[in-house]
T-cell receptor, first 113, second 109 residues
């Protein structure tokens, strides 16, 4: 069964460093998403991406964040200068359409020290 | 503002007991509601959505617009139902999911 895969599973970085979280969505999916979950809090929407551009983003997704689909398979989330409060589990998801099921990856745990 | 509330952090029941996981939402329009489940060390996955009106793994959920609720129910809990359950809302003309804080269901033998 096809799955969304995320790498790495755990990333530790120093405050102020740039990180790139990688995702390989399911191959025939057209909509891509990033969510995050700070420990003990709810899963929060960050951004959605369709047709090579951002279709929607939340207040959390400020100028420090960017997304890219550099080739036909990867979907990346970049945090330019990490802060302690960026420590969270980051989930990638993909779907075939807006009103179809979103399939989630297993998550990348980002720890900023 | 759109919001999903799951009042219980933890719900513990014995095998065979009925289960009801509560979910209330705040949204002025007609939302689409979902239940997602995350079993131990597994990824978040869709359990059911209100427009499907189907029963998955014995679970059902009815959208009650008057009470703005979408409670998840199962008449007889099984040990393998132990997991984290998240209620989520999708508003019209948006592709983002708004999640509740989740309820951990523990089913004891």
């Amino acid at each position: 069964e096809p799955e969304v895969t995320q790498t790495p599973s755990h990333q530790v970085t120093q405050m102020g460093q740039e990180v790139i979280l990688r995702c390989v969505p399911i191959s025939n999916h057209l909509y891509f998403y990033w969510y995050r979950q700070i420990l003990g809090q709810k899963v929060e929407f960050l951004v959605s991406f369709y047709n090579n551009e951002i279709s929607e983003k939340s207040e959390i997704f400020d100028d420090q964040f960017s997304v890219e689909r550099p080739d036909g398979s990867n979907f990346t989330l970049k945090i330019r200068s990490t802060k302690l409060e960026d420590s969270a589990m980051y989930f990638c998801a993909s779907s075939t359409g807006v009103n179809t099921e979103a399939f989630f990856g297993q998550g990348t745990r980002l720890t900023v020290v | 503002a759109q919001r999903v509330t799951q009042p219980e952090k933890l719900l513990s029941v014995f095998k065979g007991a009925p289960v009801e996981l509560k979910c209330n939402y705040s949204y002025s329009g007609s939302p689409e509601l979902f239940w997602y489940v995350q079993y131990s060390r597994q990824r978040l996955q869709l359990l059911l959505r209100h427009i499907s009106r189907e029963s998955i793994k014995g679970f059902t959920a009815d959208l009650n617009k008057g009470e703005t609720s979408f409670h998840l129910k199962k008449p007889f809990a099984q040990e393998e139902d132990s997991a984290m359950y998240y209620c989520a809302l999708k508003a019209i003309n948006t592709d983002k999911l708004i999640f509740g804080t989740g309820t951990r269901l523990q089913v004891f033998p």
